[in-house]
C-alpha cells in the first residue's frame, strides 16, 4: 500500500506549509502528493508550484472538477503539467453536486451523471491518446459542436502538443453504487471520500468488474495523538461540513454515502441541524465511531494497529490529510 499526501484546497488563502510538507513527503519516500479545488482555488496551479520545487513524487488530482472545465481543457492542463513534471501526473476527476455545478459553475447539472462522466472521460483520453481528431457525438460533450445556435463551421482537432503520456492515469471521484461500477471500466482508479476498512462490503458489488492494476486511493486524515477524541474534531468538523453543506436537503451524495456505510439516521440529523444553522451541533452529532473508522487518529501503537486494517482491503494508495510533518514520518515508518 503506497503512500500519499491530500493537501486538498485552500481556505482563505494560501497554505506557507504545502510546499514544505510536499518535500518531506517526497524525503519520507511517499508516492504522491494531492490537490483539490471546491469555490475557491483551482487544482493546478498549486499542483504545478510543488512540481517545480520536487523532482519524482506524483502529482495528483484529488479532484479537479469536470464542471470547471471542458474536457478538452482538462486534458490540455493535465498534458502540459505532464511535460514539465517529467510524467508525474495523475488526473483525478470529480462531478460534483447539483449546488457546486449550477451556483457556482453556473452550468446545469447532468440529469445523466452516468453518461455526462463517460463521455468526459472519453473525449480527455482521445486528447492524451492523439490518434486522431476528438470527435464525439455525445448527449453532453460535442466535438465538433453541432448545437441549433453553433455556427456549424466547427473542425474535428487533434492536440499540437504530442502528449508525454498516452496512458496518463485518469481517476474518478464517486461516490454511488453505479457510479463506481462505472469508475471500475473506464478508469484506471477510484478516488474514495470516505473508506472504512471495516465496511468494505459496501463497494465490493461495485469493484467486480475492476481490471487487475485498478487504483483505489481513498483519503484519510491522519493525526499521531494522545486525545483520541480531540484528534477527531477535525474529522467531525469536515463530515458536519460535506453532510450538511455540500449539498442540498433533497440531494446530497455525501449524506447519502454516510447512510450506505449504516448510519442514514445519524447523516439526516447532522442536514438537519446544519441548513438550521446550527453547525455547531450538526459537528457534534457526527458520530465519533463513524470519524474513528474511516481516518487514522491516536497514539502510534493505536495507528499501526488501525493501519493493518486499511493494508487488507483492496486498498492500493492510502492519500493522508495530515498537515503535520510528525504524523508523516511515522506514517512512513509503520508503512
Known amino acids: 500500500m503506497r503512500l500519499g499526501l491530500a493537501l486538498g484546497y485552500w481556505g482563505r488563502g494560501p497554505s506557507a506549509d504545502h510546499v514544505p510538507l510536499a518535500l518531506e513527503a517526497e524525503r519520507l519516500g511517499y508516492d504522491s502528493v494531492w490537490t483539490a479545488e471546491s469555490w475557491g482555488s483551482d487544482a493546478f496551479t498549486p499542483l504545478t508550484w510543488i512540481a517545480a520545487r520536487t523532482s519524482r ?53 447532468p440529469k445523466s451523471p452516468l453518461t455526462a462522466t463517460r463521455e468526459y472521460v472519453d473525449v480527455v483520453r482521445q486528447v492524451l491518446r492523439r490518434e486522431g481528431p476528438v470527435e464525439l457525438d455525445g448527449r453532453f460533450h460535442s466535438h465538433p459542436y453541432r448545437g441549433a445556435d453553433g455556427t456549424g463551421l466547427g473542425k474535428a482537432l487533434k492536440p499540437i502538443t504530442h502528449p508525454l503520456r498516452s496512458g496518463l492515469p485518469v481517476l474518478l471521484g464517486a461516490e454511488g453504487p453505479k457510479n463506481i461500477a462505472q469508475t471500475a471500466r473506464i478508469a484506471d482508479g477510484w478516488l474514495p471520500l470516505y473508506w472504512s476498512p471495516t465496511r468494505t462490503a459496501v463497494y465490493e458489488a461495485s469493484l467486480d468488474a475492476a481490471p487487475e492494476g485498478f487504483l483505489v486511493a481513498p483519503m484519510a486524515r491522519a493525526k499521531v495523538c494522545d486525545d483520541v477524541a480531540e484528534g477527531l474534531l477535525p474529522v467531525k468538523a469536515m463530515l458536519g461540513f460535506y453532510i450538511g453543506g455540500m449539498g442540498h436537503a433533497a440531494r446530497n451524495f455525501h449524506a447519502d454515502l454516510m447512510g450506505r456505510m449504516g448510519f442514514e439516521e445519524e447523516a439526516r440529523r447532522v442536514q438537519e441541524l446544519f441548513l438550521a444553522g446550527r453547525r455547531e451541533e450538526a459537528v457534534r452529532a457526527v458520530p465519533d465511531a463513524f470519524a474513528d473508522e474511516i481516518s487514522l487518529i491516536g497514539p502510534r501503537a493505536r495507528i499501526a494497529e488501525r493501519l493493518d486494517l486499511w493494508r487488507k482491503g483492496p486498498i492500493t494508495d492510502l492519500l493522508l490529510l495530515s498537515p503535520d510533518p510528525h504524523t508523516l514520518r511515522v506514517l512512513a515508518d509503520l508503512n
Not at 61 to 73: G, I, N
Open 57 to 109: 513524487i506524483k502529482l495528483g488530482t484529488a479532484v479537479a472538477q469536470m464542471a470547471a472545465r471542458s474536457p478538452t481543457t482538462t486534458a490540455m492542463h493535465a498534458l502540459t503539467l505532464d511535460h514539465l513534471s517529467g510524467g508525474r501526473v495523475m488526473l483525478g476527476l470529480g462531478l460534483s453536486g447539483p449546488q457546486v455545478v449550477e451556483g457556482w459553475y453556473g452550468r446545469p447539472f
